[in-house]
Nanobody
Framework: QVQLVESGGGLVQPGGSLRLSCAASGSIGSFYVMGWHRQAPGKQRELVASISNGGNTFYTDSVKGRFTISRDNAKNAVYLQMNSLKPEDTAVYYC?????????WGQGTQVTVSS
């Protein structure tokens, strides 16, 4: 059974920074994509950023230049460095892991950007 454990959310002022972490455990093999999705109240969950085991990255347009995704394959971990945060970044952020034929989700961590 694959488990994802997230940490790093919280309350930050506009313009501030946060770093989210997610560690995966279980049998996940060596070929997988890890990413971060978010869901704001009343909105659909959206993909924020993802990174393949080869290091290829994707960012949604609204976070390009502000967020950086990275991973540590030895630890089966993925990180999201979020800079220049805006109120519209407020959401529950979910770690996601995709392997051929399956995907897994973390429990979610709240990020609130407010003065």
């Amino acid at each position: 059974q694959v488990q994802l454990v997230e940490s790093g959310g919280g309350l930050v002022q506009p313009g501030g920074s946060l770093r989210l972490s997610c560690a995966a455990s279980g049998s996940i093999g060596s070929f997988y994509v890890m990413g971060w999705h978010r869901q704001a109240p009343g909105k659909q969950r959206e993909l924020v950023a993802s990174i393949s085991n080869g290091g290829n990255t994707f960012y949604t347009d609204s976070v390009k230049g502000r967020f950086t995704i990275s991973r540590d394959n030895a630890k089966n971990a993925v990180y999201l460095q979020m800079n220049s945060l805006k109120p519209e970044d407020t959401a529950v952020y979910y770690c996601n892991l995709r392997i051929p034929g399956a995907q897994y989700w973390g429990q979610g961590t709240q990020v609130t950007v407010s003065s």
